[in-house]
């Protein structure tokens, strides 16, 4: 079965503590991005990758990291989480890009992180 | 830049109404894609549909049905005879230029019995 696996689904962490959240697909796509989404701004993204050893920033990267060392895998790391990186956060990947356009992007299930 | 707006926070139909949500999108570009995206109770994100900018076709799947009019910048999605697990939160978003999809904030349907 086609799928992006997001782990882990649910994540109660403190101030400071480094973690990370690993994302991985199965469908050989070669763009994957992270996006957080939070109460009435939506979805934005973090970070994406074109591909392997490829990434770049999205529109709110500051406070994470990712990297794309295997085509099928693309972590984002919180290297010292603060309270405003509460959110539900989304990997997402996607076959191609066509002219700077993702084509169809398939989800994970999410991952709800609070930081205390 | 790029920029999605869905007017509509939140609507409320009793089952077998037709409902309209709204999508309204700027961009510069003249090579875009516009996006619909389900969101159920259970929190995962849904594809629905994908079009680009030069296909103004509308186009029906079901009960589904997007209305693309460039003259108006929208791309408003309706769904006939609602049914209550048509209730999520429904979001446009638009690609352009960049790499991202940049989304609407999102419009909460709420179909009841």
């Known amino acids: 079965e086609a799928q992006v696996t997001q782990n882990p689904r649910y994540l109660i962490t403190v101030t400071g503590k480094k973690l990370t959240v690993t994302c991985s697909q199965n469908m050989n796509h070669e763009y994957m991005s992270w996006y957080r989404q939070d109460p009435g701004l939506g979805l934005r993204q973090i970070y994406y990758s074109m591909n392997v050893e490829v990434t770049d920033k999205g529109d709110v990267p500051e406070g994470y990291k990712v990297s794309r060392k295997e085509k099928r895998n693309f972590p984002l790391i919180l290297e010292s989480p603060s309270p405003n990186q509460t959110s539900l956060y989304f990997c997402?990947?996607?076959?191609?890009?066509?002219?700077?356009?993702?084509?169809?992007?398939?989800f994970g299930q999410g991952t709800r992180l609070t930081v205390v | 830049a790029q920029k999605v707006t869905q007017a509509q926070t939140e609507i409320s139909v009793v089952e077998k109404e037709d409902v309209t949500l709204d999508c309204v999108y700027e961009?510069?570009?003249?090579?875009?894609?516009l996006f619909w995206y389900k969101q159920p109770p259970s929190g995962e994100l849904v594809f629905l549909i994908r079009?680009?900018?030069?296909?103004?076709q509308n186009e029906i799947s079901g009960r589904y049905s997007w209305n693309f009019q460039k003259s108006t910048s929208s791309f408003n999605f309706t769904i006939t005879a609602s049914q209550v697990v048509d209730s999520a939160v429904y979001f446009c978003?638009?690609?352009?230029?960049?790499?991202?999809?940049?989304f609407g904030k999102g419009t909460s349907l709420l179909v009841t019995p």
């Open positions: 978003a638009l690609s352009g230029s960049g790499y991202a999809l940049n």
């Open positions: 997402a990947s996607s076959l191609s890009v066509y002219q700077g356009a993702p084509t169809e992007a398939f």
């Open positions: 961009t510069r570009d003249t090579t875009y894609y």
């Open positions: 079009r680009n900018s030069f296909d103004e």
